[in-house]
């Protein structure tokens, strides 16, 4: 059993920044794709960050070049840093697990095997 947690989160005001940490248990996660999702209020949970075991990643277009996915395979960590945060990425915040193989494609949440239960961002304007 992989186990997921989320840390993080707040409430920021626009243009300023977060980071996100999310912990995994796991002996193998040097071997994940891991995955940040977001889901804002009446919306469907969408894809945000992923990266794969080799450190190559994948960002929706709506946070390119503000928002970093970064792992730390000593600390069994996956990160996201948001910047230039807007009222529009008021979310909760998932990282999930493809524990693999085979991997599926980084966007797809039916990727991901495990989920953490989520962190608050409030951007305010």
């Known amino acids: 059993q992989v186990q997921l947690v989320e840390s993080g989160g707040g409430l920021v005001q626009a243009g300023g920044s977060l980071r996100l940490s999310c912990a995994v248990s796991g002996r193998t996660f040097s071997r994940y794709f891991m995955g940040w999702f977001r889901q804002a209020s009446g919306k469907e949970r969408e894809f945000v960050a992923g990266i794969t075991w080799t450190s190559s990643t994948y960002y929706a277009d709506s946070v390119k070049d503000r928002f970093t996915i970064s792992r730390d395979n000593a600390k069994n960590t996956v990160y996201l840093q948001l910047n230039s945060l807007k009222p529009e990425d008021t979310a909760v915040y998932y990282c999930?697990?493809?524990?693999?193989?085979?991997?599926?494609?980084?966007?797809?949440?039916?990727?991901?095997?495990?989920w953490g239960q989520g962190t608050q961002i409030t951007v305010s304007s």
């Open positions: 999930a697990a493809d524990t693999g193989p085979p991997y599926g494609p980084l966007q797809s949440r039916r990727s991901y095997d495990y």
